[in-house]
T-cell receptor
Framework: AQSVAQPEDQVNVAEGNPLTVKCTYS??????LFWYVQYPNRGLQFLLK??????LVKGSYGFEAEFNKSQTSFHLKKPSALVSDSALYFCAVRGPYNQGGKLIFGQGTELSVKP | GAGVSQSPSNKVTEKGKDVELRCDPI?????LYWYRQSLGQGLEFLIYFQGNSAPDKSGLPSDRFSAERTGGSVSTLTIQRTQQEDSAVYLC???????????FGPGTRLTVT
């Protein structure tokens, strides 16, 4: 069965420092991987995706993610964190191919960036 | 362009009442999804519509939950005889086709008292 794990409930980073939000996955077949961000009382916003191609994927707001097949990981990164990046981040994997593209989400990681 | 919209943004209802939640997807998107977000369960898939195909209802938690999509556009999620455990944020998403990224609405926060 497809699954996603985000091992950290919370990540704390100082503004200007690099940030990493971790995600590992388990899938049968080729993974379709996504990152979403959720600000308080808002819906989810799409950040980036990996389907095929370069292992380093660039997305919105300066975020990028690295697909690592051997480690089954898809960590989200940003070289220099901003206070405004503070939010809840979700990693997701597409469900089984015959189940219409539904997303299976990790539990979420709360990112806190302090000035 | 316009994103996914949902109404109402907040709904408070008494236990046992029926509620209807509405989703307007992005124009031209053929795939529509409903998810539920709650503290204990995280983000859960509920139901999926693709064009005129039969919906995938595999995520609906009980037969009190149903959804329809009229004319390949607007969708309504109905919860009958609401229970306190139904309290959650209900999120709708649409996608230009299945497997592509999904775009989410702001959600409907349902509180059952």
């Amino acid at each position: 069965a497809q699954s996603v794990a985000q091992p950290e409930d919370q990540v704390n980073v100082a503004e200007g420092n690099p940030l990493t939000v971790k995600c590992t996955y388990s899938v049968s077949g080729n993974p379709y991987l996504f990152w979403y961000v959720q600000y308080p009382n808002r819906g989810l916003q799409f950040l980036l995706k990996y389907i095929t191609g370069d292992n380093l994927v660039k997305g919105s707001y300066g975020f990028e993610a690295e697909f690592n097949k051997s480690q089954t990981s898809f960590h989200l990164k940003k070289p220099s964190a901003l206070v405004s990046d503070s939010a809840l981040y979700f990693c997701a994997v597409r469900g089984p191919y015959n189940q219409g593209g539904k997303l299976i989400f990790g539990q979420g990681t709360e990112l806190s960036v302090k000035p | 362009g316009a994103g996914v919209s949902q109404s109402p943004s907040n709904k408070v209802t008494e236990k046992g009442k029926d509620v209807e939640l509405r989703c307007d997807p992005i124009s031209g998107h053929t795939a529509l999804y409903w998810y539920r977000q709650s503290l204990g369960q995280g983000l859960e898939f509920l139901i999926y519509f693709q064009g005129n195909s039969a919906p995938d209802k595999s995520g609906l938690p009980s037969d009190r939950f149903s959804a329809e999509r009229t004319g390949g556009s607007v969708s309504t999620l109905t919860i009958q005889r609401t229970q306190q455990e139904d309290s959650a944020v209900y999120l709708c998403a649409s996608s230009p086709r299945e497997g592509y990224e999904q775009y989410f609405g702001p959600g409907t926060r349902l509180t059952v008292t």
